[in-house]
């Protein structure tokens, strides 16, 4: 019947073995002899897991309850589907659908059916991977190539990437994803890094930092240039306070920051303060102190007080024009990115040194009268 490809070999072979292979051939003539005289099923009759002579060709389907597939010498596969062996252009390994349980496992000699590397569906029906402990006893699955998800991920655990995540464009996600720590995050992205605009379906967006740890801030830090953010320096327990903390000025000539000027923040609008403003003034922050007893008369006469417009908002004020106050009174302007501003602090003492000018000369005339 040609069940057989291969002559019998038993070089070496004992009279035992020669028996009971001679009786699994029998075995299987008998059960392709019931199939073609009487119709019986085939299924679960072939002994298929001896071809006598290590190899053998059969022509069709064979149905069978299960296969093992014996490896006496050892060699680098079990199943070979590839084209240059079975003659396949494609091949798949089908298996049962819409029954739970049916999975592909990778399992020790001492361990349980269920509870080790598998892949396939569980008892929910649900499609699973299902890695292999590490020393800690969590399961790992390690992933050496990149990795394409079209769908959306769902992370019950931790996420370790030691790469980038690159998004392939725009996408929402409709539920809240919840990682337990994310240590660092790199986004790349032309114009945002993360958008709570209308296309999450956001009216009111917030991001919310941790309130009693130290050091919690968002941050625009160059790393060469020293830290400038927004947040909480120190822990709010200790004393901790909300900073906002500006750049120093730029020096186009090192293409560097400054760091030896002052930090500057700049507020383009109107800025409505519903508590107190405070200017740090305490003697620790300072050197080189000594009174000022210039008189400031004739410095004051000479600032003239403009009346103008802001282009930003075409509204009329009356103040300084701080390019021409810099030539009188120097230590009241601060310049930054070529633009100078006047220190109201600076200007205020000025003005509170000429008050106290005049109350000396109103004492003086006291005295003549």
Sequence with gaps: MGWYSTPFNYDGTSPTQVRDDLQKANENFQALSDVFENGTPLSGRIKSSYIPGG???????????SVTVSNPVRVNIGVDLSASAGGFYQAAIKMPVGVPG???GWIPATGIWGGDSLIGVNTANEFWVIGRPDASGRRIINMADDAKVLGNVTINGNLTVNGTINGGGAGTVPDPLSIGRINFIYVSSADFGIDFRGA???TQAAIVMPLYGYGSFISWNPYTDGQHFIGLIGRVADSGVFCVIGLPPWNSNSQSYDLT???VVH???D??????INQLSDISLKENVVVFNDSVLDVIKQIDIYKYSLKSDHREHIGFIANRLKDIFPLGIIEANGLYSVSVMDVLALLFKAVKELIGYVEDLKGTV
């Excluded at 800025?271 to 107190?276: D, F, I, K, P």
């Design 55 to 65: 190899g053998g060709n059969i022509g069709g389907d064979i149905i069978v309850n």
């Design 102 to 104: 049916s999975m592909i």
């Design 200 to 202: 999450g379906g956001y």
């Design 261 to 263: 000027k002052s930090r």
């Design 267 to 269: 507020i383009y609008d």
């Design 271 to 276: 800025l409505t303060v519903h508590g107190v």
